[in-house]
């Protein structure tokens, strides 16, 4: 095998690679008797069919694409190795030449992230996020969201019509019924008003007119506050106020600390020679539209280069952290690794194997090794990074103001 290396740019390289005629016919020997194998034939017995049969049949080239593709499986890595070069994203290769009795040449456009330029941590000053204050707006909302989840529906007399709020069991023209919550406004109201036995002509959100005939209208009846507390095993409503506001702290601070690690990564990157392959940001947030298009929202040109910057600065924080964890030796050993993962299965209660082999299982493990390097890698840098407090940064704006000793009207 022979190859070249030309460097395109500082994220882009090209690789020529060369395959000697003789392994590329080997290869297409290969596989015409992976193929003879396969083919039944009138005439022949199996697997002996002769190669100048198929070829006068299929054509010569009908295995030329296979070979192709299996031959660039097999030596596009060694070329890869061979240059020491580390995709940014899958390489395509497309072909030069390929014929039998001929060398195999093909090229491969490669996208390399080039090596980040960190700063020195001490110069990077990160504005500290605000922390949520809970009020008792914020509890009294979790409260009523709780009391709808564990409403009754409680049927209404056979007289009485839909009102918004409702829940009418409505009957399609096919026979299905459906349970369909009645609005004031939107594709559902037509419902509101209507008896049991009558009928109402909705439009669905994607356009579509549908029949219905109201079978049933039932009244959602939420519980009471000491009903509520009950069941979900608090004593009192005082007690489920006070979980519900301890939860949402919680929940406050989580938000709060995960604001702080985006702050500073950003603050990172700002500061840092971070160069990002366009190709792979092109890509990302290609399947990121198209998910978005699945479903049902449509991405403006303008979203889409909100879209893509969103994407740029996402893989340049990964870039960011990824070199601080390598220039640090930030790495989790494999003791340690295997530390914390038996602290997390006592804490859990669970034996060691069965719970390495749930993480398994579920494709897990290393998302988790990842995770608790990267927790490493933050807390690293916050021990090193300036962060500067709201609170402290308006103290010290209100001193600016104050005037000097010596200074200002006598």
């Not at 927790?375 to 308006?394: M, P």
């Amino acid at each position: 095998m022979k190859t070249t290396l030309e460097t395109i740019s500082e994220t882009k390289r090209t690789i020529r690679v060369e395959i000697p005629a003789e392994v590329v016919d080997k290869k297409l020997d290969e596989l015409y008797r992976r193929v003879a194998r396969s083919l039944e034939i009138p005439g022949f017995r199996r697997g002996h069919v002769p190669r100048s049969f198929l070829e006068a049949r299929f054509g010569k080239d009908f295995l030329y694409e296979d070979s192709q593709e299996e031959l660039i499986e097999e030596y596009l890595p060694k070329a890869l190795e061979e240059h020491g070069v580390k995709p940014a994203g899958r390489p395509e290769a497309r072909v030069i030449e390929f014929e039998a009795g001929k060398p195999f040449t093909f090229e491969v456009d490669v996208e390399v992230f080039p090596e980040v330029e960190l700063p020195d941590y001490g110069s990077v000053e990160v504005e500290e996020p605000s922390l949520k204050e809970i009020t008792d707006e914020d509890v009294e909302a979790v409260i009523q969201e709780l009391r709808v989840q564990h409403a009754t529906l409680v049927p209404k007399g056979e007289d009485e019509p839909v009102e918004p709020e409702d829940v009418a069991v409505v009957r399609l023209e096919s026979g299905k019924t459906h349970e369909i919550q009645a609005r004031a406004e939107g594709w559902s109201a037509p419902l509101v008003g209507k008896k049991p036995g009558e009928r109402a002509e909705l439009e669905s959100p994607q356009g579509e007119k549908i029949t219905v005939t109201v079978e049933a209208v039932k009244r959602i009846e939420l519980p009471d506050l000491e009903e509520l507390a009950t069941t979900l095993g608090h004593e009192s409503p005082e007690e489920l106020r006070e979980e519900i506001k301890k939860e949402l702290q919680e929940r406050a601070e989580r938000d709060h600390q995960r604001a702080l690690h985006t702050a500073v990564l950003d603050a990172l990157v700002e500061r840092s020679r971070v160069l990002i392959p366009e190709g792979l940001v092109e890509r990302i947030a290609e399947a990121e539209r198209s998910f978005l298009r699945q479903q049902g929202h449509e991405v403006s040109d303008e979203d889409f280069a909100s879209l893509k910057e969103s994407v740029r600065q996402r893989i340049a924080r990964d870039r960011v952290l990824q070199a601080v964890k390598e220039k640090e030796n930030l790495a989790l050993s494999d003791e340690e690794f295997e530390a914390f993962l038996k602290e997390e299965a006592e804490r859990q209660g669970m034996p060691l194997v069965k719970f390495k082999a749930l993480l398994e299982r579920e494709g897990d493990l290393e998302r988790l090794r990842d995770q608790k390097e990267e927790e490493r890698v933050l807390a690293f840098l916050l021990e090193r990074v300036t962060v500067k407090s709201q609170g402290a940064k308006a103290k010290t704006t209100e001193t600016e103001t104050e005037p000097k000793e010596g200074e200002g009207s006598p």
